[in-house]
């Protein structure tokens, strides 16, 4: 995919799958997404919400990044990650043991961006982070 070609359009909102570690910062989590954000030249204005397990969820640095970016966080329930499992690109073993999903930044992303979503981004890490984008189907 050409950078930018699956997110061009204004006012595209996008859902980035986070994947964490207990504990990760709010300052090392918006580095993930930045890095993800900057393959396609966008900004975080594009993000419409932050999706992660529902083990996950309240972890205070997601919370404070949401926040500062006025975006909610989306509990994802390990049902809901399992059902968007065929739409990972990529595989952890961690992951798979853990949460029976091959990426749970992949399927936190998918879920959250609804029906016929798709991935834009597969996972990418950076430290305890990762981050995966999805967009829902045109309306």
């Known amino acids: 995919m050409a ?4 997110m061009s359009g204004a006012g595209t909102r996008i859902a980035a799958g986070i994947g964490l570690r207990p504990g990760t910062g ?3 989590i918006r580095a993930c997404l930045d890095l993800a954000l900057a393959r396609f030249d966008l900004t975080a204005d594009a993000v419409g919400c932050l999706a992660t397990t529902a083990a996950r969820a309240a972890e205070p640095g997601l919370v404070d990044l949401a926040g500062r970016l006025g975006v909610p966080v989306v509990a994802i329930p390990d049902e809901a990650l399992r059902g968007e499992d065929a739409g990972c690109a990529t595989r952890s073993t961690r992951v798979v043991a853990l949460y029976g999903v091959g990426s749970v930044a992949e399927a936190a992303a998918l879920a959250a961006a609804g029906a016929r979503a798709t991935l834009v981004l597969p996972r ?3 430290g305890r982070v990762t981050c995966a984008l999805a967009r829902g189907a045109s309306s």
């Open 124 to 126: 990418i890490t950076l």
């Open 3 to 6: 950078r930018g070609e699956a």
């Open 26 to 28: 709010e300052k090392d």
